[in-house]
């Protein structure tokens, strides 16, 4: 009887590693799930890692399920995700044996009908309004009559030609046309790019720089018209330094350019209306305008003649212009003889008065004279005792000056015996060495001076020469200062 504890005993299921069992479920649900379409509501969504995927959940009211998108797909999406967006999501279920989690690799994503989309734009349309991308403030006025005009649409489709052919009904201008795609994926950027490139055109240079942009479509649904409501095109439509015309779809489709633009045409072809003008119309307001200038001109020159008619009848007559000054010239005719009697008249009494004042003038002169004599002498009086006293002060200040110079001067230590010794070049020489045997020197006393020659240092002393008598100073003779003469 075998022991029941016993766990030794033979078992008919195979035995896996972790590792073959992880892959053998990878595989099988890979194969029963290889292209599966989930509808649900992203959640988690934080955009892209650094390496470019994108990781979130899709979940519904039940249960959720964990979502990537690889980097590649990522780029090539039509619709990015978005927080709590309700999409459907085409793509295949695998495994992730490091964790034992399933998860769906999705290729594409697209909204969950057109009431995701119109929420998406709902929200997105608020998002970029509270930025100020649709302020009034930052529309710009289009320019009159502009003389280059860029279009950013497809290039092959009928939205150009109504544009071209519209442009050249009414005024024609240059066209520069920016080729992108207007559905698809990619076709925003490429609007984006040649919003863009038309406003990093520079003016003057090869490319002729738009003065106005149109970005045009025709028609179409929602979803067709979704490129024109993608965040890059419209920051790029709101950042345009040229003024921008939206027309995209009908007159009933709006999209979120429409916002961001200057102004919004309903057509293409109602784009390429507010343009450009119609030129007949120019034309003949140009014209009506001319002959409104010219019958004001004729209304004018008429109304100066008549008004300088009327001047000149207002104007006085030569005779009436003439006869006061006339009056006034007789007049001064009249009163011209007895003006000049009188003035002879008072002529000869200011002569009469001059010759009676002539005859006393060698006597007023004669006293005049001895006055001035008088006068002068005084003067002269006065002057010669000023020059004495100042003379007086003159001496007695050099006096006094000579007495400190005397005081002052080595020659009165000369005259109490003592010498200065003079080499040959009349400077002092203050010490004995500098004198050398046989070199001349002089000597000089109170009274004169000595030549000399130097002798031999201890040679035999000779007696001092007797000194000579001694002169008494002669006594300074005193002059009188001469006296200044008279002027007379």
Known sequence: MSNIFDTD???????????????????????????????????????????????????????????????????????????????????????????????????????????????????????????????????????????????????????????????????????????????????????????????????????????????????GSLEDLWSFNDEIVVRAAAESTIPLISAVGHETDWTLIDHAADIRAPTPTGAAEI???????????????????????????????????????????????????????????????????????????SYERAASGLATLPVRLLGHMERSRDRVQTLSARADGAIDIRIARRKDALAAHGRVLNSLSYKNVLARGYAVIRDAENRPLPRATMLSEGQAFQVEFADGRVQAVAGEVGGSETPPPKPAPRKAPAKPVKTDPPKQGSLF
Do not use: C
């Open 275 to 349: 343009a450009v003008p119609v030129k007949a119309e120019l034309e003949a307001e140009v014209a009506s305008l001319s002959a409104r200038l010219q019958g004001a001109v004729s209304r004018q020159m008429d109304n100066r003649g008549q008004a300088l008619r009327a001047l000149v009848r207002a104007l006085p007559s030569l005779d009436q212009l003439l006869a006061l000054p006339r009056r006034r010239f007789d007049e001064a005719a009249a009163r011209l003889g007895r003006g000049l009697e009188l003035s002879t008249i008072n002529k000869r009494r």
């Open 9 to 219: 005993s033979p078992s008919n299921l195979a035995e896996y590693s972790v590792s073959e069992l992880s892959g053998s479920i990878k595989r099988t649900i890979e194969t029963a799930f290889d292209q599966v379409r989930v509808r649900g509501e992203i959640s988690g969504y934080r955009g892209p890692h650094s390496s470019g995927h994108a990781y979130f959940t899709l979940k519904d009211d039940k249960a959720r399920i964990d979502a990537v998108i690889w980097r590649g797909n990522f780029t090539r999406l039509r619709f990015k995700p978005e927080e709590g967006m309700e999409v459907i999501a085409t793509g295949k279920v695998s495994t992730f044996p490091g964790s034992s989690k399933y998860q769906i690799i999705i290729e594409t994503l697209e909204p969950a009908g057109a009431g995701a989309l119109m929420a998406l734009l709902d929200e997105r349309r608020r998002k970029l309004a509270a930025e100020g991308l649709f302020d009034q403030e930052r529309k710009k006025p289009l320019p009159y009559l502009p003389r280059v005009i860029g279009v950013v649409t497809s290039p092959t489709g009928a939205v150009i030609r109504d544009i071209l052919h519209r442009i050249s009904d009414r005024f024609p201008v240059h066209v520069v046309v920016w080729p992108v795609k207007v559905q698809g994926e990619g076709s925003g950027e490429e609007v984006a790019n040649g919003i863009r490139g038309f406003n990093a055109l520079v003016p003057g240079g090869p490319i002729a720089r738009p003065d106005v942009l149109i970005v045009a479509r025709g028609g």
